[in-house]
């Protein structure tokens, strides 16, 4: 088989592994038992922004406002990694990396549709200009940041992305246990088939939280070899 033929070969993204009803309890409870990652001066800054704009209080209208961001670093990393490709000798590391970062954000766009949804079932009002236009706005200047750090600092650029999916994942466990009333209602299953049904719309925010932890560990893996070329190192996380 030649490089090529393997470069071009479609293949499906595998994304984070569903857990069952245990598992996801359990993760739940490593989250809210680990400590935060020390975010830095421009993760500190988007969330009192988000704050600002969107309140203090946790719900799925502000969480569908971070996931519209959160597809931003993904989309960055494609095009990164696609100027990559025609570096044969990296074709092949390169290509299950576009796999890799391809299938993130593929589950960051189900984050946001189901979030939609909930938000929409719940008739909450999410005007223009707060809920369309702004996040707009900050995901293109989050779009330029991550550019602009993983062509100077790709380090930077994983960095930011780790804090960002660290914030995400503790903020989705902490609303589940805000909210024990969560664990009555049931998941709607809108995207049951792409996304998974689940016992509870608690189970269905503890499913994204994780993804969001498995997002992080990504990012946290890709900081110890950020250019190609550079070996991996073990996390030990
Ligand atoms: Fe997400
Ligand atoms: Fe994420």
Redesign the pocket.
């Known amino acids: 088989m030649t490089t090529t033929a393997l470069i071009d070969r479609p293949e499906a993204p595998v994304g984070p592994p569903r857990l069952g009803p245990a598992d996801l309890r359990a993760a739940q409870a490593r989250t809210l038992d680990a400590p935060r990652l020390r975010y830095g001066i421009l993760a500190r800054a988007l969330f009192k922004m988000t704050d600002l704009a969107y309140g203090p209080e946790r719900g799925s209208v502000k969480f569908a406002m971070?996931?519209f961001i959160?597809r931003v670093p993904y989309r960055v990393g494609c095009l990164a990694l696609a100027r990559c490709r025609r570096r044969s000798a990296l074709a092949r590391r390169v290509f299950e990396r576009i796999v890799q970062t391809r299938a993130e954000q593929d589950?960051?766009q189900w984050?946001?549709l189901i979030l939609q949804d909930l938000a929409q079932r719940r008739g909450l009002r999410q005007p223009f200009l707060r809920h369309r236009l702004a996040p707009w706005l900050v995901a293109l200047c989050y779009y330029q940041v991550s550019w602009l750090l993983l062509v100077i600092r790709p380090q930077a650029s994983y960095r930011l992305n780790a804090e960002f999916?660290d914030h995400?994942e503790h903020e989705y466990m902490a609303y589940v246990a805000e909210h024990p009333e969560l664990d009555a209602q049931p998941d709607p299953g809108t995207y049951a088939a792409e996304y998974g049904q689940y016992g509870s719309l608690a189970d269905l925010f503890r499913q994204?939280g994780h993804?969001?932890r498995m997002?992080k560990l990504d990012s946290l893996a890709s900081m110890s070899a950020p250019r190609f070329g550079q070996d991996e190192a073990p996390l030990g996380l």
Do not use: S, T, V
């Open positions: 971070l996931e959160a589950n960051e984050h946001l999916e995400a994204i993804d969001e997002h």
